[in-house]
């Protein structure tokens, strides 16, 4: 079977035969997976909200804009 030889999604199969995992990348990877531990996430989907505060799983809207309205509210200097 010959490779794909156009991008799909964005995506260039040609030079993935060259993106093996170096040391590099696995670092980098290992690095995300301890953030993630960090903010919670133990599952997908996860959102992390200024790096602050994390939304486990499918959440309804109405838990979304509460928690925007939070990170915005603690991220947004007080005068006074």
Do not use: K
């Not at 997976?33 to 309804?60: I, K």
Request: glycine residues 8%; proline residues 8%; contains cysteine.
């Amino acid at each position: 079977m010959m490779p794909v030889q156009r991008p799909c999604c964005g995506v260039n199969f040609l030079g993935t035969a060259d993106a093996r995992p170096s040391l590099t990348c696995r670092e980098a990877v290992q690095a995300d997976f301890r953030a993630a531990r960090r903010y919670g996430a133990t599952g997908v989907p996860f959102f992390v909200l200024n790096r602050a505060y994390g939304l486990s799983g499918a959440q309804p809207a109405d838990t979304f804009l509460s928690a925007l309205r939070t990170a915005h509210a603690d991220a947004t200097p007080t005068t006074g």
